[in-house]
């Protein structure tokens, strides 16, 4: 009887024995899920830095393209546009602040000449110089923008009526005094310009059409006026 006592504790040993072997290996063995998952969480923070610096590059450009939307290529000022957003936007603070200012229509009146004698390229820089004359006229929180063709459009702040028209006789003054050369001839263009007051009831369509009507009442006042002509030899 005493030899399968002396059988039964060596089994029991060895059972010790494996039991003590596998809580050894235990840890070893769930190591390789803990890996995976480690790597699972580094691929997936690599795809979100990923896809964010994909998003930020997609966001750069959309207001990229939102910028040139608004802008005139030839220029380098707001189109009608991006004038109208501004002349929005200034009227929105004007009603939230009870402030005030001023919009100025602005028509070249000789460019169709100077397209017609000289080309598209001589008409692009007498533009480009008048659009340089306006902004040398204005203060940086002003805007000048193009409505289209040879139309400007001012926005100025924090002007009464009668300051409002001097303002747009100096404008007229400065695109009156410029002269190019074109083919050996000496070319002049005159503008004419129409206001409008802005304030809290204002409303940017509106003020729009009150300019532009005041422009042409201008113009043909100024048909009227000595004015240099067009070409001199």
Do not use: C
Not at 46 to 75: C, G, P, Q, Y
Not at 109 to 138: C, M, T, W, Y
Not at 152 to 171: P, Q, R, V
Request: no cysteine.
């Amino acid at each position: 009887m005493k030899k399968p006592k002396r059988a039964s504790a060596a089994k029991a040993k060895k059972g010790r024995k494996t039991s003590a072997n596998r809580s050894r290996t235990a840890p070893r063995r769930s190591a390789g899920p803990a890996r995976r998952v480690a790597s699972a969480d580094d691929g997936a923070k690599a795809a979100i830095r990923n896809l964010r610096s994909k998003l930020k590059a997609a966001m750069l450009r959309v207001a990229e393209l939102e910028a040139a939307a608004d802008t005139d290529f030839l220029l380098d000022i707001p189109n009608r546009r991006g004038f109208e957003r501004e002349l929005n936007r200034a009227i929105a603070y004007m009603k939230r602040y009870r402030a005030s200012g001023a919009l100025i229509v602005l028509d070249v009146d000789r460019l169709k000449p100077v397209n017609d004698s000289f080309g598209h390229a001589a008409g692009d820089e007498v533009l480009k110089a008048i659009a340089g004359a306006l902004k040398r006229q204005i203060r940086a929180s002003d805007v000048v923008g193009r409505l289209g063709g040879d139309e400007f459009a001012l926005l100025l702040w924090n002007l009464s009526e009668t300051d409002a028209k001097a303002k747009a006789a100096i404008f007229e003054q400065a695109v009156d005094e410029l002269s190019f050369v074109f083919r050996g001839q000496r070319v002049t263009a005159g503008a004419s310009a129409g206001v409008a007051l802005l304030g809290p009831q204002s409303d940017a369509a509106r003020a729009l059409e009150q300019a532009d009507a005041a422009m042409y009442v201008r113009k043909a006042h100024r048909r009227h006026e000595p004015h240099v002509g067009l070409v001199n030899n």
